[in-house]
């Protein structure tokens, strides 16, 4: 979910990209502010990236999500 955070998604497009319903997506981006105590969306974006869960790919201009 932090990769689709990060690209910009809107709740409803992150639960049609993940095939679960907008209240578990609305469910799963509080209880994330809540574990970090973040309260914006770009935090969750910045977070990722500073903790590696997210990068970005230099040759091809785009954002990789690392695997776990």
Do not use: P
């Not at 990769?3 to 809107?10: I, P, R």
């Not at 994330?32 to 105590?37: A, E, G, T, Y």
Request: hydrophobic share 40%; glycine share 2%; charged share 25%.
């Amino acid at each position: 979910m932090f990769y689709l955070v990060a690209k910009g998604y809107t709740n409803k497009e992150i639960a049609e990209e993940c095939f679960i319903s907008l209240e578990t997506v609305k469910s799963h981006i509080q209880m994330v502010f809540k574990k970090l105590h973040l309260h914006h969306r770009t935090q969750v974006a910045i977070y990722a990236f500073v903790n590696k869960i997210i990068e970005w790919d230099k040759q091809k201009g785009r954002l990789l999500c690392q695997k776990r």
